[in-house]
């Protein structure tokens, strides 16, 4: 008698066991799949990222530069260049994001990236093309790069930082 009510509690201790252990098991499955996933959207990016590279071509340095200080003067060929530039940027900001909510990155690499992304949204031109662009990223992404924009102080936005140190620069040769 006393050797059944033993059995029967070890019966059940390794059953719980088992049910712990298949646990373990479909976290490390679900762990998995997750990983399998965020290395398939990384993938997709960099498809997109290489096609829009060679879109860009060699003049996407002067698309940019009239995106910044002369924003009046795009021309077709120059906005498609700084959309692909600015979309390229924000889906390797949005890969960060979804890493970070993934467990992949940690949340200093995610702030660094958001705050990148913000950056580069943080001048007129770049702006209306977030204002208009942004429904083709998730919902939540936008969110928190927007609230990053707002945080940001105007006055020391891309086109700002580079008038200031093209100034400095210039006074170099005097």
Do not use: C
């Not at 499955?29 to 399998?36: E, F, G, N, Q, V």
């Not at 580069?120 to 031109?125: R, S, V």
């Not at 924009?149 to 006055?155: D, H, I, R, T």
């Amino acid at each position: 008698m006393y050797m059944n009510k033993v059995n029967n509690w070890l019966t059940l201790v390794a059953n719980f066991g088992v049910i712990v252990g298949l646990v373990l098991v479909a976290m490390q499955m679900k762990l998995a799949t997750d990983a399998i996933n965020q290395q398939s959207d990384i993938e997709l990016s960099r498809g997109i990222a290489e096609g829009e590279l060679a879109f860009m071509g060699e003049t996407t340095a002067n698309a940019w530069a009239v995106a910044m200080f002369d924003p009046a003067k795009l021309d077709n060929v120059q906005i498609g260049q700084v959309w692909a530039y600015l979309n390229n940027t924000l889906l390797f900001v949005q890969q960060t994001w979804l890493s970070n909510r993934a467990g992949m990155a940690s949340d200093a690499t995610w702030e660094r990236a958001r705050k990148m992304g913000a950056t580069y949204l943080n001048f007129g031109a770049a702006q209306i093309w977030w204002r208009e662009y942004k429904f083709g990223f998730d919902k939540e992404f936008a969110k928190e790069i927007d609230a990053e924009l707002a945080k940001m102080n105007p006055s020391n936005n891309i086109v700002q930082v580079t008038r200031r140190m093209l100034e400095e620069i210039h006074q170099l040769e005097q």
